[in-house]
């Protein structure tokens, strides 16, 4: 049985998507690792609400909450769709974790572990009944984070940018800086086919591509499709329509497995806030002055002042509705970042070098 104090056990396993996910992606924060899932739900509605009101809960103290449970992907996502569990639900089809964990038979179990993977808590059902002690997980997840060694120095950068602003220079330029890997289609393609993700079915649905919603669509809360693609399986020509929420989770998934690997440069796509409370992570934003930024527009596309006027304030009101949408964030809000720049007066290498700096001396 693994014990408080010892490092928790990695493990790689396929979440209801069939996407592989390792125990190393949901770290960098307290995580709550709920053992046989299913069973935490199968008794009295009155124990089902419990459990989802603490795991609720606990995922307000800034937790991952993790699931993992014996049966298939597929019956797992039943399990999670069924209950409206809305965290991941990963399959333990041959008990290897469960054993590596200590638990020899599969049965109700939670770990708390913290930032770095060390069992701060540990409990273990006896019989069909009781319940962990959720406030003591609460008191735990509340408690300072212990800041270990490894997770000290910022190993991913997350980049937001106004269009204009010379953000996706600078990220590149940080990226040789530092000797990092820059997040761009070919990188999520690589890591996506590691998770189990198709390269159909990966899209890079941002907010650069992403599209204001009409007044119909907020009022219908339409889900768009952000993809098609087409196959040909016996002979027969298929579509295949890729919605927002697909596209979303694909890279989100691609995004934490990425910061769990490190040494990245993340460009918009949300990372300052799908990262947001994971440490090692640095949040950076560029800015720089509505003028300034349609003139450079202007110049680079050789756009009329009004159209390049124009494609400036679309941008920023799609990225705006992406982040509030998306992850419900004022992407203005500075408290969102941990560095803000203005390339009105500075020079893109001078903000590039500023940034790879601050990562060096952390």
């Not at 449970?69 to 041959?94: G, M, Q, T, V, Y």
């Not at 040494?263 to 409370?277: D, E, P, S, Y």
Request: proline share 3%; charged share 25%; with cysteine.
């Amino acid at each position: 049985m693994v014990q408080v104090g010892e490092n928790a056990p990695n493990f790689t396993l396929p979440d209801t998507e069939n996407r592989a996910r390792t125990l190393k992606e949901f770290l960098a924060q307290k995580a709550v690792l709920f053992f046989c899932v299913d069973a935490f739900t199968s008794n009295a509605t009155k124990e089902l609400c419990q459990f989802r009101d603490a795991t609720s809960s606990l995922t307000n103290l800034k937790a991952q909450i993790v699931g993992i449970d014996p049966k298939s992907p597929a019956a797992n996502k039943r399990l999670a769709e069924k209950h409206r569990l809305h965290f991941p639900i990963l399959s333990d089809s041959r008990g290897e974790v469960a054993h590596a964990y200590g638990l020899d038979a599969p049965k109700r179990a939670v770990f708390v572990l913290d930032e770095g993977g060390v069992v701060a808590y540990r409990w273990v059902a006896q019989d069909a009944v009781g319940d962990p002690d959720y406030g003591a997980i609460a008191q735990i997840l509340q408690a300072a984070p212990k800041l270990h060694a490894e997770l000290a120095v910022p190993s991913v950068i997350t980049v937001s940018r106004q269009v204009g602003s010379g953000g996706d220079e600078i990220a590149r330029e940080v990226a040789k800086l530092l000797g990092w890997s820059y997040f761009d289609k070919t990188l999520m393609v690589e890591v996506g086919r590691e998770v189990g993700v198709s390269e159909e079915d990966i899209v890079d649905f941002c907010e650069d591509t992403y599209k204001v919603q009409t007044l119909v669509d907020k009022m219908l809360l339409r889900k768009k499709p952000a993809k098609q693609s087409f196959t040909i399986k016996d002979n027969a020509h298929i579509r295949k329509t890729l919605e927002e929420e697909h596209c979303l989770s694909t890279i989100q998934t691609v995004i934490n497995n990425l910061a769990s690997r490190g040494k990245t440069i993340i460009v918009g796509r949300g990372g300052q806030a799908i990262l947001k409370h994971k440490l090692g992570v640095l949040h950076v934003r560029i800015v720089a002055p509505k003028a300034v930024r349609v003139e450079r527009v202007k110049q680079s596309e050789g756009l009329t002042q009004q159209e390049a006027q124009r494609l400036v304030e679309e941008n920023d009101k799609a990225t705006a509705e992406y982040l509030q949408r998306f992850y419900c964030i004022d992407w203005e809000d500075p408290t969102n970042y941990d560095i803000i720049l203005n390339t009105a007066k500075l020079d893109l290498r001078a903000a590039a070098l500023m940034i790879a700096q601050a990562v060096s001396q952390t």
